[in-house]
């Protein structure tokens, strides 16, 4: 019994880490797509700096968080 709940807690460590790393890896992509689109998107919905940098912050904040 305590074998089988030694392996379980092992796989479970995995499949966390795993789940962590997709995490970053896709926030990562995410904050590199803003970054790309931000002048475009500026121009269309009128953000100014500030905003734009709050923007770009929570991504910051994301990172912290973990």
């Given at each position: 019994?305590?074998?089988?709940?030694?392996k379980l807690s092992?796989?479970?460590?995995?499949?966390?880490?795993?789940?962590?790393?997709?995490?970053?890896v896709i926030n990562y992509m995410d904050r590199t797509n803003v970054s790309i689109a931000m002048p475009e998107l500026s121009k269309e919905i009128h953000l100014s700096t500030v905003q734009q940098g709050l923007i770009f912050s929570a991504f910051g904040w994301i990172y912290a968080a973990m």
């Open positions: 019994m305590e074998s089988s709940h030694k092992t796989n479970m460590r995995y499949v966390i880490l795993a789940l962590v790393f997709i995490n970053i």
